[in-house]
């Protein structure tokens, strides 16, 4: 297999996991980056985010990150506060809605995923992680 057919096939596979996804959250009325920006802040732990932590964070690098939080926020799944020591500086923090939503949604992307990769058998999954990572 060549590199083009390689890439081809990586594209593809990104496309079709992505368009399963979003048809597991449209319901919920989130999208797959909303998605990601909430288990960001989840991953924090209480701890506040920055705008760029989230950037660099987040599966799809965007410009767009700012609106996506606002976006959040309007639906309450998201807070933001100004920093006291220094007020340039934007906190973000996941709500106790937003908490919420995703113990919700969880387990509904666990059995999407299971389902995408039901093909996949487990003992290959390590090397197949390994090789995507080894091309980002």
Not at 26 to 31: A, C, N, T, V
Not at 43 to 51: E, T, V
């Amino acid at each position: 297999m060549n590199s083009k057919n390689a890439i081809i096939s990586i594209l593809q596979t990104s496309a079709f996991i992505s368009d399963v996804l979003l048809k597991g959250l449209k319901p919920h009325d989130i999208s797959e980056q909303q998605f990601n920006v909430l288990r960001i802040l989840r991953g924090q732990k209480g701890i506040a985010a920055n705008l760029s932590t989230v950037q660099e964070r987040m599966v799809h690098k965007m410009s767009n990150t700012t609106r996506l939080i606002d976006k959040l926020i309007q639906k309450k799944l998201v807070k933001r506060n100004v920093c006291i020591e220094n007020r340039r500086k934007i906190e973000l923090f996941i709500t106790e809605d937003g908490l919420d939503f995703l113990k919700k949604i969880d387990p509904i992307i666990d059995e999407i995923e299971k389902k995408i990769l039901s093909n996949v058998p487990s003992k290959d999954l390590n090397s197949l992680i390994s090789i995507l990572n080894s091309i980002s």
